[in-house]
């Protein structure tokens, strides 16, 4: 579901703000992710790594819009 809707939303966003800005916005939110994931991981929270996975799924999919 979020490979369908995302994209639609990011698409969106990138035609307000631009392709540059866009980029580095979703490649923020990827690396964001990532770090929430990894301190999910050190801390043993699952929950932190699944809201850290979702964090990352935002960025990756509108990245590839991008």
Not at 32 to 40: D, E, H
Request: with cysteine; proline share 3%; net charge neutral.
């Amino acid at each position: 579901m979020p490979n369908i809707v995302l994209p639609l939303f990011g698409g969106i966003m990138l035609d307000k703000l631009g392709i540059r800005v866009g980029l580095v916005l979703f490649c923020m939110a990827l690396t964001i992710g990532q770090c929430i994931f990894t301190l999910g991981g050190y801390a043993e929270s699952y929950y932190l790594m699944l809201i850290g996975r979702c964090v990352f799924g935002l960025g990756g999919e509108s990245m590839n819009v991008a």
